[in-house]
């Protein structure tokens, strides 16, 4: 069984950093790429980073400018997602996903194109 847990999520004043933790069980996860997502109440769901499956190359979304970064660690079946200098617009529900047919990136954009397994989020709040 598919199985894909967000965790790490949490409130941080403007200026600090969490980070995230997506742990895959139940498919072949370093022949996966893993995207994460989020989705701020009222807004439609958007790409923040996909990190591809063996090349361990990650794309970012423009808005990130430089302020996160991805590792993967396929012997844990885990991708992290440190995230630095957040800001006030980075609050929302931070999802995890898995796609076998790689990331899909469009010059700025991430795209979901293919993540068939999702996670259920881990909130992430920055206020102050």
């Known amino acids: 069984q598919v199985q894909i847990v967000e965790s790490g999520g949490g409130s941080v004043q403007p200026g600090g950093s969490l980070r995230l933790s997506c742990i895959g069980s139940g498919f072949a996860f370093d022949k996966y790429a893993i995207g994460w997502y989020r989705q701020a109440p009222g807004k439609r769901r958007e790409g923040v980073s996909c990190?591809?499956?063996?090349?361990?190359?990650?794309w970012f979304a423009g808005f990130v400018e430089g302020r996160f970064t991805a590792t993967r660690d396929n012997g844990k079946n885990t991708v992290y997602l440190q995230m630095d200098r957040l800001k006030f617009e980075d609050t929302a529900v931070y999802y995890c996903a898995a796609a076998k047919g790689g990331c899909t990136v469009v010059v700025d954009e991430i795209y979901d194109y293919g993540m068939d397994d999702w996670g259920r989020g881990t909130q992430v709040t920055v206020s102050s």
């Open positions: 990190t591809s499956s063996q090349e361990n190359t990650t």
